[in-house]
């Protein structure tokens, strides 16, 4: 569905606005819905390769990831060079910063997603006192990462650790994290949510539009409850 604006604004500006007032449910109900969107586009062979907090955007309390002037199908993406890092740099695997040569993909996705799990449980932007994009990558590339929120369950720490984790082979896939999301909020719920996962809402949708520069697709990722 292409949309024009979404009334709660960024990922970013949500968390800003409401964090004081969510509930760890509707943090992951967010998480789970924004990977259930990314799981729809690596069904489809395509990897977003600019994933962050501030290409989420919420409508209605619901995220819809957008922007996707990076994105490339996968068979695009490896014969494309990346000897030039584009993007934000907190979400950004080390590996851009080392090898100049390295190709975003899918796992490159998955890094980000585990920064933005890191962002929804903190309320805050992952490095935001280092205000310098090369102080940033530096840090990345040396291994460091956010540190855990206090209070944060610990299965959603380990999750967001094995999204960001230095080596992409052991980068869990998009589907995988979904399942762990969805069966977590379950638990958290006390069995009250509903696990059927709806059929997937996607108007005007064409993998060949992510040519387009700058395009900015939404995808509406249904109801759960």
Not at 43 to 57: F, K, Q, V
Not at 156 to 169: G, R, V
Not at 201 to 225: A, C, D, K, M, Q
């Amino acid at each position: 569905m292409i949309l024009d604006c979404a009334n709660d604004g960024n990922l970013r500006e949500y968390l800003q606005k409401n964090f004081s007032k969510l509930q760890w449910i509707q943090k992951l109900c967010i998480a789970r819905d924004t990977v259930h969107g990314l799981m729809y586009l690596h069904e489809n062979n395509i990897a977003h390769r600019d994933l962050h907090s501030m290409n989420i955007l919420i409508d209605n309390g619901r995220p819809i990831i957008a922007d996707f002037g990076l994105s490339k199908q996968i068979n695009e993406t490896l014969m494309t060079s990346n000897s030039k890092v584009h993007g934000m740099p907190a979400y950004i695997e080390p590996q851009c910063f080392i090898d100049e040569k390295y190709r975003r993909d899918m796992k490159s996705d998955i890094y980000s997603f585990g920064v933005i799990l890191w962002e929804i449980s903190s309320g805050k932007p992952p490095f935001e006192f280092s205000r310098l994009r090369e102080h940033i990558a530096c840090k990345i590339a040396l291994g460091v990462r956010e540190i855990p929120i206090e209070g944060t369950p610990l299965k959603y720490i380990e999750l967001y650790k094995n999204c960001w984790d230095t080596h992409p082979s052991q980068r869990p896939k998009a589907e995988s994290v979904f399942k762990i999301l969805k069966q977590f909020i379950v638990e958290l719920s006390g069995g009250n949510y509903s696990t059927n996962r709806p059929e997937l809402s996607v108007e005007s949708f064409s993998t060949s539009r992510l040519n387009l520069p700058r395009t900015t697709l939404w995808i509406n990722h249904g109801s759960y409850l």
